[in-house]
């Protein structure tokens, strides 16, 4: 007859502390995520603020944050999750083309804009411009897109009112609130046409050959008229300040291929363009505008009328930029331990998950090393939690110097932390771990503080597929096997089993 292991038994202590361990680190893990939910508050209410949509997408089309201006631009179901959406799948966005623009921005890793109707007429909108970015961390790998969504709805029925009638021009003109120019480019077309006649058919080669000649075409080239909101835009009263004190951003170089660009387009009779371009102000004011030309009914072959309107995106190119950086920053605060600079348990929790996963795949080990300092609550008490940081910074330092990628390591907790060594097997992590561990005692800590503070640490390892087959059961048996190394007297390492 068996006999149930009693309470004193080493083997049901044993387990009982492991649950212990695991229970603390699921508690652990709870307490991170609450983190993580702040500062994802936080990110949610600066993008709601923003004047204009946005949404981010992962490498699959599925949406993974988007403010609120953007669930209403597409008209998605009250109530029901946006991370549901993915771009590829979801009908209106697919038969209205923007799917197609995200694909090519996805592909090209290259940004894309391009014009759509809405989804919803709410508000009397009838066309968006979506500004389709790739995300790129520091290291150049691809990670999503984002997106900036504007109603450019009153931009388009201006160009419409232009090209529909000359009657209303002048009119639209004067009064629009867009900013116009109206240009003359015709003598410049009968200068091109003479050295087409001539015999120069390549005018690309000969301006590369004569850039000199670029700048004489540029000057064929007049300007007719401004509206009141152009004069608006450049900070000036008349056109002749304009004239005199106008300047662009552009370096000599830029310049030059923005002339040709243009000169080029004149000489096809294709200036049905748009372009981006950033100018100073006559009170010195860095501009970007968003600049769409056109010839009126009836100069199209002549080009001698040419409307050029320019919307004023620098505040949105402004938050673009400052937008992408937040994402940039989140997404990395999100994985960063501040104080360190380690990568912290949220990025342990991912990246080692989908590494076990791949070593199940291609039958590699991972070794896991878990460590704290020793005795390290005397160190705060004598000098101060301050001191304390400021050591738990220095080691920190001392553990990054010893490993090599693909290695990396972790602030877990407290005085806590955790090396990750893909490809290591238990003979490996034991040379690393005392590599560490001579290090750290070697050291002498806080010496830019006139203090002199040694230290000393114990080590826990446990390898995959050896010790746990999974994520959570190899972090316990790396705590587990340090716990046994504090156990037995401390400054030492200690593999599981």
């Not at 995959?464 to 790396?478: K, R, V």
């Amino acid at each position: 007859m068996s006999q149930s292991p009693s309470s004193n038994d080493p083997s049901v202590i044993e387990r009982d502390e492991l649950l212990s361990r695991i229970q603390e680190l699921e508690e652990r893990c709870r307490r991170s995520e609450d983190a993580l939910r702040t500062l994802e508050e936080q990110n949610r209410i600066l993008g709601d603020s923003a004047p204009f949509g946005i949404f981010v997408i992962d490498t699959e089309g599925s949406v993974f944050g988007a403010n609120q201006k953007m669930i209403d631009m597409l008209a998605w179901p009250e109530g029901r999750d946006i991370t549901q959406l993915n771009i590829f799948n979801h009908q209106p966005l697919v038969d209205s083309g923007v799917a197609d623009s995200f694909r090519r921005c996805m592909e090209k890793r290259t940004r894309v804009t391009s014009d759509h109707s809405c989804l919803t007429d709410a508000g009397g909108c009838a066309h968006l411009r979506y500004n389709i970015s790739p995300v790129i961390d520091k290291t150049g790998r691809y990670t999503g897109i984002i997106a900036f969504v504007e109603d450019v709805t009153e931009l388009k029925l201006a160009e419409e009112g232009i090209i529909a009638s000359e009657k209303k021009y002048r009119l639209l003109f004067e009064s629009a609130p867009v900013a116009m120019v109206e240009r003359d480019a015709g003598e410049l077309k009968q200068h091109l046409d003479r050295l087409r006649a001539d015999g120069i058919s390549d005018l690309h080669s000969y301006f590369d050959q004569h850039p000199q000649e670029l700048i004489r075409c540029m000057e064929l080239i007049k300007t007719v008229d401004s509206n009141s909101a152009f004069l608006d835009l450049m900070e000036a009263q008349t056109w002749d300040e304009i004239e005199s004190g106008f300047k662009m951003t552009n370096s000599p170089e830029d310049f030059m291929r923005m002339a040709q660009e243009i000169i080029l387009m004149v000489a096809e009779g294709n200036i049905s363009h748009e372009r981006e371009d950033t100018f100073m102000t006559l009170k010195g004011n860095k501009k970007s505008i968003l600049g769409k030309s056109l010839p009126l009914f009836g100069h199209e072959d002549t080009l001698s009328r040419i409307v050029i309107a320019m919307v004023d995106i620098t505040k949105r190119k402004q938050a673009e930029e400052a937008l992408r950086t937040s994402e940039q920053l989140f997404r990395e605060q999100a994985m960063q331990d501040i104080l360190t600079g380690l990568y912290n348990r949220r990025y342990l929790y991912q990246s080692l998950s989908d590494q076990i996963e791949r070593a199940k795949t291609n039958g590699s080990v991972i070794s896991l090393i878990f460590m704290d300092l020793d005795r390290f609550k005397a160190v705060v008490d004598t000098h101060g939690h301050l001191n304390g940081s400021r050591t738990i910074k220095e080691v920190a330092q001392a553990i990054r110097e010893t490993i090599e990628k693909p290695a990396y390591a972790v602030a877990y907790a407290g005085d806590e932390f955790v090396v990750v060594l893909p490809g290591f097997d238990p003979s490996q992590a034991l040379g690393q771990a005392q590599k560490i561990k001579t290090r750290i005692k070697n050291r002498v800590f806080l010496r830019d503080q006139g203090l002199e503070i040694r230290i000393q640490s114990s080590f826990g390892i446990a390898t995959f597929p050896y010790h746990a087959d999974d994520m959570t059961n190899l972090l316990a048996a790396a705590d587990h096997a340090l716990f046994g190394a504090k156990g037995s007297g401390k400054d030492r390492i200690k593999s599981f089993g």
